[in-house]
């Protein structure tokens, strides 16, 4: 592996949180010249060199990280002291009206759910920062439209809004039996 490769691996691996192209530039001198082309090359040599391996480097809406493969989570998670967070049938369908039709207001997840929406599940949404205000509907009232945050992509592994699964993907899956885990990294 070369060695830009391999100080692209130090910094992720000790990075809490997903680091982009310009953020991984920054580590790096005028003096030493590393190009976004050089970056990019070095992290598709890091990529190719976890094939084979318990971790992979996964790209999200807010840049790079190495993070555990999902086959190796059951091991992984007995090392959290915390049990990983559950969410509500009623979170999940918000949050997946929020992410499919977005900007979308409130009464508008209320019109297709038919009842009324629990201001704490917002609440909870907007605290975990998946969702954000993306201004007002101009109606009477104004009520607030929302949309989903980078954090939202990040937390689900996705790049853009472009990798939700279809509607017709979903429309089968039995929410009684999901459960939604932090990932691994």
């Not at 090359?41 to 790079?64: I, M, P, Q, W």
């Not at 049990?83 to 929020?98: D, G, M, Q």
Request: proline share 4%; with cysteine.
């Amino acid at each position: 592996m070369d060695r830009l490769a391999l100080v692209l691996e130090a910094i992720l691996l000790t990075a809490a949180k997903p680091l982009s192209l310009e953020q991984l530039e920054s580590f790096f001198s005028s003096e030493e010249a590393v190009t976004r082309p050089q970056l990019r090359a070095a992290l598709k040599v890091l990529a190719d060199n976890c094939v084979g391996r318990s971790f992979e480097l996964k790209e999200t809406a807010s840049g790079y990280r190495l993070q555990t493969r999902e086959q190796y989570s059951t091991w992984v998670l007995k090392h959290h002291i915390e049990k990983p967070a559950k969410y509500s049938r009623t979170l999940l369908e918000i949050l997946a009206l929020i992410a499919w039709r977005q900007p979308i207001t409130r009464a508008e997840i209320e019109e297709v759910r038919g009842v009324a929406v629990n201001g704490a599940v917002i609440k909870t949404l907007l605290e975990r920062e998946w969702i954000r205000v993306l201004g007002h509907k101009e109606v009477p009232g104004r009520p607030e439209m929302l949309g989903t945050t980078r954090q939202f992509l990040d937390y689900f592994q996705l790049k853009s809004l472009d990798d939700l699964p279809s509607l017709m993907e979903v429309r089968d899956v039995d929410l009684a039996t999901l459960v939604v885990e932090a990932p691994s990294d």
